[in-house]
């Protein structure tokens, strides 16, 4: 699960990166408003956490910016404001939550799993996802097992081996796969082949095809015949 932080007190976006990234996240973190409404452009995360005022564009503003392209994805409104019209406004603008500083890291993770098995449609009993064989996906960590045994993924291999299986044996195309693997960053087609064809030879070969000028798509082994 790929999770948005915005938050500018230095030290705080640390803990909260660090302490998510233990738990299996994947945390993109960025400091002030400027560098968030050009990531949010240019990305697609899982969930979203903003602290309300910051640098540049506020938590309000970036949250506007969200909805204008994504209705459904969690958003998390995080701030030390206690008055109701901070609220009331947060909520109008389509936060699913909102936390007032301080809090606990533990009550940060309870509306993140709470929403994430929600919105996502994930529950507890539902993180693992069986992908044919003995093949199997921890949608909430992020890893691939074969059987017991859990094989090593780099960062973008979980970025993209998360994508394919939610849209598991429907096609996903290239855009989509740029902006939520890479960002949105420029990249040579090589190396989205290059992680395409590593990964597939740590599934099963064959699981990930190549669908000529649109994009690829993850099949389910029981699919395949």
Known sequence: MKIFLLEDDYALNKIIKSSLESKGFLVESVLDGYQAATSILNTKCDLYILDLNVMGFDGHDILTLIRQKD?????????????????????????????????????????????????????????????????????????????????????????????????????????????????????????????VHKLNKKLRNGMIVNIRGIGYKLIHTSAQY
């Not at 389509?94 to 929600?118: A, D």
């Not at 902006?179 to 949105?184: A, I, K, L, M, N």
């Open 71 to 195: 209705l459904v994805t969690p958003v998390i409104m995080i701030s030390s404001e206690i008055g109701i019209e901070s609220l009331k406004k947060s909520y109008d603008l389509g936060c699913n939550e909102y936390i007032k500083k301080p809090f606990e890291f533990e009550e940060l993770m309870l509306r993140i799993t709470y929403h994430s098995h929600t919105f996502l449609g994930q529950k507890n009993t539902e993180n693992i996802i069986h992908l044919g064989q003995n093949l199997y996906f921890d949608s909430d960590k992020l890893s691939l097992l074969k059987g017991d045994l859990e094989i090593d993924l780099t960062q973008k291999e979980k970025l993209l081996l998360a994508l394919l299986v939610k849209h598991i044996n429907t096609s996903v195309d290239l855009e989509t796969i740029h902006q939520y693997v890479w960002d949105g960053k420029m990249i040579e087609m090589v190396s989205m082949r290059t992680i």
